[in-house]
T-cell receptor, first 115, second 113 residues
């Protein structure tokens, strides 16, 4: 069975500072990995994904994530945080060989960026 | 904005009521999903439909009944719900089975009294 762990319920960072939101995963075979963001009273919005290739994936709004196979991690990063980045972030994994596009999500990490 | 719409956005119902949630996607996708989102918990996949056929029922109680009349529409029929069913119900779609990126609607916030 596949699983995702987001060890931090909340991450606090000052505007302009770099941010990292952590994610580790467990899956049989090669993973598809995703980050989604949820703003208040909204659905989940796709940020970026890793399938294969370059371990550093660039996504929307200046976010990027680094796939690390040995550490089974896929941490989300941004060099300079904005107050508008404050939201709930979800990491998700899908096994490459599963028959359907079912994702397993983490419980989410709330990112709070202070002015 | 994402091409997936959900109605109603908010719903309050008693435990004896019957109501339905509606999801519509305008993206030409063939797979649709219902998720339940509760506070401080991971998203729970409830149902998956692929080309109108239900391909997954994730041990969901029978008081939740999905319906997919075509690839663009997905319903979740609710009856005799419990207060613990109060949550945000999210619909998503993807191009087809085996295609990984899912696109989500804004959700229906359900409160069961």
């Amino acid at each position: 069975a596949q699983s995702v762990a987001q060890p931090e319920d909340q991450v606090n960072v000052a505007e302009g500072n770099p941010l990292t939101v952590k994610c580790t995963y467990s899956v049989s075979g090669n993973p598809y990995l995703f980050w989604y963001v949820q703003y208040p009273n909204r659905g989940l919005q796709f940020l970026l994904k890793y399938i294969t290739g370059d371990n550093l994936v660039k996504g929307s709004y200046g976010f990027e994530a680094e796939f690390n196979k040995s550490q089974t991690s896929f941490h989300l990063k941004k060099p300079s945080a904005l107050v508008s980045d404050s939201a709930l972030y979800f990491c998700a994994v899908r096994a490459l060989n599963s028959g359907y596009s079912t994702l397993t999500f983490g419980k989410g990490t709330m990112l709070l960026v202070s002015p | 904005e994402t091409g997936v719409t959900q109605t109603p956005r908010h719903l309050v119902m008693g435990m004896t009521n019957k109501k339905s949630l509606k999801c519509e996607q305008h993206l030409g996708h063939n797979a649709m999903y219902w998720y339940k989102q509760s506070a401080k918990k991971p998203l729970e996949l409830m149902f998956v439909y692929n080309f109108k056929e239900q391909t997954e029922n994730n041990s969901v109680p029978s008081r939740f009944s999905p319906e997919c009349p075509n690839s663009s529409h997905l319903f979740l029929h609710l009856h005799t719900l419990q207060p613990e069913d109060s949550a945000l119900y999210l619909c998503a779609s993807s191009p087809s089975s085996g295609t990984e990126t899912q696109y989500f609607g804004p959700g229906t916030r359900l409160l069961v009294l």
